[in-house]
């Protein structure tokens, strides 16, 4: 017999009931992980300047697509007004999306609403699944 592994399980060996265990997809699980943050005040600006200053560290040939990495100076980078506005920018964008995720005919309604239409013709930026996935991490 299996062994139960959280509560419910639990609760259902001892009544004798079974119940399907949900499982999520990334994209829940990461919108799971982000209200988290949220309930806890850790949803903060710096989680996202630590991985976007890691991304210009680490990955030089991306320096390029921002104003602020391409002299980079790292005690310098995060006085930079630039980098600052950026973050804040990409950190609403995520609220966003994070906000829409369950609700697809939301999240369509709001992509034609911000003229979004270019994801429609394959546009694909690399740097945005690097960031996502440091995200993650």
């Not at 997809?25 to 943050?37: G, K, M, S, V, Y």
């Not at 002299?71 to 990409?90: A, T």
């Not at 034609?112 to 699944?129: K, T």
């Amino acid at each position: 017999m299996k062994r139960p592994t959280n509560e419910k399980e639990i609760n259902n060996v001892n009544t004798g009931e079974e119940e399907e265990i949900i499982s999520f997809t990334d994209l829940q699980e990461a919108r799971c992980h982000w209200i988290q943050l949220a309930k806890l005040d850790l949803q903060v600006l710096k989680v996202i300047q630590s991985t976007i200053a890691h991304i210009i560290e680490k990955f030089e040939p991306m320096r390029l697509l921002w104003s602020f990495g391409k002299n980079y100076e790292k005690k310098k980078l995060y006085d930079d007004q630039r980098f600052h506005d950026y973050c804040g920018y990409f950190q609403e964008a995520l609220k966003t999306i994070m906000e829409f995720v369950d609700e697809p005919r939301d999240m369509c309604k709001f992509i034609r609403n911000i003229g979004a239409r270019h994801f429609f013709y394959n546009v694909y930026e690399p740097h945005i699944e690097v960031k996502f996935k440091l995200l993650i991490r």
